[in-house]
């Protein structure tokens, strides 16, 4: 291997949401290369880390050459959260693949596994869709491809683009689908907001922050009932049983009554 990049997660607004390791690996690097250089510099300031700081977003992913070429210890940390999801990440993974790096992703931060989480939608299975394309045949595409989803969906979106999301997504399911609008996590003003496609449309006038669009499953699977063996098998694989497997039975869209047959009669048997 010619070196090491180590993708760093960093606080998605916390800034007290940050591993031991992700301030390890900081401190050590020879060079932190990062999306934005006042973003990464205020979180150093504040952990007291004196590592040099490169530039490096979508627009100057040229530079990625030089790097590995000048060090063998680099971490990389995008403007919040994961770094390859839904950022240049992604890109510089490849890169440094392609110039023999070793590439290590540390677990940390993401905005998407905590709202998907409150939402309070089942988990169990879903899909992260990250950004939609802003317009044109792309984004006809990607919500075509929606119609016929039935899982739980997880969208990224800026507040600029919300509104236009929000009515292009209420043209696929109706206006009585249900959401949850997941802002500001882990800051000051953080908010779920749950309802239906046409109530946020009608709530969210102006918005502002950053948010994450949890929809709620297609009701077919609810009226239809999910696959009951399937889950079961699913979360007994995860090791749950017992009154934790007929919680999570239940979130995936069991009555109370199913869950715990499923729960306590098979597990007797
Ligand atoms: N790499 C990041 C991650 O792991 O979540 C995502 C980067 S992407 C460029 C930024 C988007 O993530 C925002 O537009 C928003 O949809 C979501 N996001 C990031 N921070 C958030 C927060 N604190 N609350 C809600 N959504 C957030």
């Known amino acids: 291997m010619k070196g090491r990049l180590v993708l760093v997660p960093t606080p ?149 683009h919300l509104r236009k999301t929000l009515t292009d997504l209420t043209a696929v399911y109706g206006p009585e689908h249900p959401l949850a609008l997941v802002r500001e996590l882990s800051k000051k003003h953080e908010e779920v907001w749950r309802g239906t496609l046409a109530a946020a449309l009608a709530e969210f006038t102006e918005p502002r922050g950053e948010f994450v669009i949890v929809l709620g499953p297609r009701p077919a699977q609810s009226e239809n009932g999910p696959d009951a063996a399937r889950l079961y098998e699913e979360l007994r694989a995860q090791g749950l049983s017992g009154r934790k497997l007929a919680e999570e039975l239940e979130r995936a869209g069991l009555s109370r009554n199913q869950a715990r047959e499923w729960a306590y009669r098979k597990e007797e048997g």
């Open 12 to 160: 998605i607004g916390n800034l007290g949401d940050i591993t031991l390791r992700a301030l390890e690996v900081l401190r050590q690097a020879e060079v932190i290369a990062c999306e934005d250089t006042r973003r990464t510099a205020k979180l150093l300031r504040h952990y007291g880390i004196h590592t040099p700081l490169v530039r490096l977003d979508q627009h100057t992913m040229n530079r990625a050459g030089k790097l590995f070429e000048e060090h063998r210890y680099i971490a990389y940390a995008s403007d919040a959260g994961t770094p390859g999801i839904s950022d240049p990440g992604a890109e510089l993974v490849g890169l440094a693949r392609e110039r023999g790096f070793e590439v290590e992703v540390l677990p940390g931060p993401t905005a998407l596994v905590p709202a998907l989480v409150v939402s309070g939608f089942p988990s169990v299975r879903f899909v992260f869709e990250g950004f939609l394309p802003v317009g044109g045949r792309n984004r006809r595409r990607r919500l075509e491809a929606l119609e016929r989803e039935s899982r739980t969906v997880v969208l990224y979106e800026s507040p600029h």
